[in-house]
């Protein structure tokens, strides 16, 4: 190169340089779409699934693309979960599916556990009125009626296109002949292997007798896959009057009380799924279609959405202090209302159309100081009779499905506790839910998740525990945008406010929303849960000035798993949450 050569170059160098450093500042007066490192979401141009589990996403989406809509493949994901992932994915739990079709009608189909005939207020409490310690979370007495089958099979006949056997037989199979144990699946099963231990038939299957499953390892069940065989030869109801029904009322015999099973064929046979409408509202102008009771999550998710729509979350910024303190108050409050006024819409009477009026929430924001902490002993509950004419409009599993019709399911669903009640079914190998502890097991004190619940959720038979879980579905000018739900007890309803908020006012892909780092306040004990890495030092000592108080120790929350319409193209976007690994899978 000669000189005059490198003089024009270093020229047009430093002129380049210059422009582009001049440039810089103009690039923040317009509007740009900001991208925060995060993965891309996986794409797929017809259908999408997203769960904690690559091979219940993957038979999910073979049912999709043999012809199978949402609601098809969202049951085969839910059985299929099952099998994959023993700790929340169940055929003895229960749950929670919000489904909106493409013509626009949207439900929701409750498949929550119930109260056996046996169950009353004070069954897990001593002669003296105080808790016997585990009764409500491990053994036989922690089981509701298992919900799961019913509502699965319910949904599938009524919006599904195929058959119940045509959807089970993934899942008959991935227990017969087995499938690799992944990373997730081991490090589950070996953190929970002190109360799997507690009981011999769990030990055999889940731990392999005390020789845990490594990684790699090809884990079979055949008691399970032969539930499934028989389900598929004699249809779900199987489950409720069949052997299986006989199976689990023969391992309740074991249950102490008073020489009677804890659950009966009779309980089974009862057992019924609800489909109810779903509670709706705006934020920001999207339609937000999401659960109802017996599930707290929709109601405290509008409560917290109507209080936070007054403030402009956007200009305070993601993750800034003041928009941290904001969303903490707003659910500190719906935390508090939730504790006195939700239970089983079939037993008490919930003020539903109070808790999420707009009316409801300005008087409730109004208690807000902007700027200092409120202490939750001076919050207490609200008085939401006066808005009910106000015609306005730790472990658990969520995944998300949508078809290429735009049909979308929104399915969350659980055994209550990692693994549940810890109790596998001699002979059916699959594990019961501990359920009951969602009930207030003495009303005013604390359960398992640290949560105090009044006797709107008192225990009785045939009832139906108050949930945490909040499968959300979220829309855009009438269409179809994201739809998202997690486990994570109390959590999830401020996991599923945080993504929403993240998305809606702070413009983020459905994966960014998720990955997001997330905090969690519910009202008692009075204190801030966040993550690992998940508050600045800053943000946390400003938060600590305004009064706020903090766990000792930040830990991971929830398991998001969403999936949104990309605006221009209507590809499907999969968001698949990196705190347990989950996957998205597209076609
Ligand atoms: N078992 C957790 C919930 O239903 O909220």
Redesign the pocket.
Known sequence: MSNTTKRVFSFLLCLALFLSLSAAPATFTKPVRLRAASRPPARGQHGMVSSVSEIASQVGVDVLKRGGNAIDAAVAVGLALAVVWPSAGNLGGG?FMVIRLANGKATAIDY?EMGPAAAHRNVYLDSKGEYIKESSTYGHKAAGVPGTVAGLSYALEKYGKLKWADVAEPSRKLAAEGFPVWHQLERSLKGASNGLSRYPETKRIFLRNGKPYEAGEIFKQPELAAVFARMIKEGPGEFYHGKTAQLIEAAMRRAANGGKPWMTVEDLKNYKPVEREPLRTTYRGHEIITMPPP???GVALIEMLNILERYDLKALGAGSSQEAHLKVEAMRRAFADRAEFLGDPDFVKVPVAGLTSRGYADKVAATIDPQRASTSEAVGHGDPAAYMSLKES???THFTVVDKDGNVVSN?Y????SYGNKITVEGAGFLL?N?M??FAPQPGKPNF?GLIQGEANAVAARKR?????TPTIVLKEGKLWFAVGS????T?INTVLQVLINVIDHGMDIQRAIDWPRIHHQWMPDQITYEPYGLSPDVLNRLKEMGHKFVDRPRNMGDAEGIMIEDKTGVRLGGRDPRLDGHSVGY
């Open positions: 749950g929550r599930s707290s999550g730790e472990e658990t969350t659980t055994l209550n506790d839910n359920e502890d969602d998740y525990p108050l949930s945490s879980m486990p994570g007890g109390p999830i």
